[in-house]
């Protein structure tokens, strides 16, 4: 290898919203992560759980309100000529 183009290879911690911290190498020495494979639901198998990082799913809630997902009254089509 050529020196001095190459990034310095470090020790780096990795830090999930849910708490959980591990070691890796990298080029950086933080990596913050919104989901890891302790807290995803198809690894835990806890589908039930919703994971909202950040808040996001509040803040979709209040910008178009609660009835976003509500089904809608379908149109009566067996009337058709």
């Keep these: 290898m050529k020196k001095g183009i190459h990034p310095e ?16 190498r990298s080029t950086i020495t933080e ?11 198809f690894y835990t198998g806890r589908g039930d759980r919703l994971v909202d990082a950040m ?13 976003y997902f509500k089904q809608t009254a379908k149109k009566d089509r067996s009337k058709r000529r």
Excluded: A, N
Excluded at 9 to 24: A, F, I, L, R, S
Excluded at 31 to 41: D, N, Q, T
Excluded at 56 to 65: A, L, Y
């Design 9 to 24: 290879y470090v020790d780096c911690t990795v830090k999930c919203g849910c708490g959980t911290t591990w070691q890796t």
């Design 31 to 41: 990596i913050k992560v919104e989901v890891c494979s302790s807290c995803h639901p």
């Design 55 to 67: 808040g996001r799913v509040d803040r979709f809630t209040k910008k178009f309100g609660g009835d």
